[in-house]
């Protein structure tokens, strides 16, 4: 599960955590939270890093 | 079956050549990273094959990971550090269910399921705080290399509170305290701490034991015990923990040669003429 949060765009700055423990927990299901468009341009790799660290555990599930 | 696993890292790159059959690393080195990491790669990898006495083509497949592993034009593929980390040390513990990993610009927490594959992970991804960064900095203020700021950590009865995340304001903190005769040693295990709990907050109190503590940050003496008295769990020592994210990749290759139709590729590294400029 991929929760993309937009900075600033919420009046909730935990919901995205509140989900991730939520699925994480209830169902074992990988979650990963981010925030788009990123803030500064320099989070950009940390983010790419961490889109395809799920798709590799995505891959491995399935394979 | 010979393959190589090379994390490119923010600070340092590493290379690992791993020989699958006989299942354990032949050889490894280290370089500090620049603003060319092809070339750098190029000449790290020339360097461990000319210890070995291997050819280049002896090597089946190789595997980069690393925040900058695509910057790579020779390798075969790519894994992120998450999956390569936890490749690593399912290699030598292969009961693990929570890996740490701290390097030189970011920290992860990453949670293993029982056949060592990732279910899980969180990642610091804002700024230097709790990372190897952090540590250099700090060392250098009180100008001391990592390895004698861990080491005077560890003399510390009574670490300093540092509480500022931010390594900028952190340093300020740091100005006060030394203004103050504050012992260096408390001062340094004031910053361990923070950065343990720094890493405590990405674990959001979920550290299934056996826990292991690896990067780079994982070598600094008394960072393992700190961070294992912060999250009060036991943490597994991992062996070369420097390495565990290219060894990862190379048994990553490895396995992936030995289920692949292309393992029999050869590997050729491109020539500084070859590079796109």
Known sequence: ?63 | MITAGIDVGSRFIKAVLWDQRRGMIIAKDTLPQSHDPEMLTRQLLNSILSRTGLQLDQITRIVTTGYGRHSISFAHKTFTEITCHARGVWHQHPNTRTVIEVGGQDSKFIRLGHRGNVIDFTMNDRCAAGTGRFIEEAASRLGLDVDEFGRVAMQSQKPCQISSMCVVFAETEMTGLIAKHTPIADIAAGILNAIAARINTLTGGAVIPPVAFTGGVAAVPGMATTLANVLKVTITPVQDPFYTGALGAAILAAEEAQSSSHNSTKVRLPERGDLPR
Not at chain 1, 3 to 28: D, K, N, T
């Open chain 1, 1 to 63: 599960m991929l929760v993309l949060r937009i900075p600033g765009a919420s009046h909730s700055a935990w919901e995205g955590e509140v989900i991730q423990r939520f699925f994480r927990e209830s169902y074992g299901i990988p979650v990963l939270v981010v925030e788009v468009p990123t803030i500064i341009d320099s989070v950009e790799p940390t983010l790419k890093t961490q889109l395809e660290a799920l798709y590799e555990i995505i891959q491995d599930l399935r394979f």
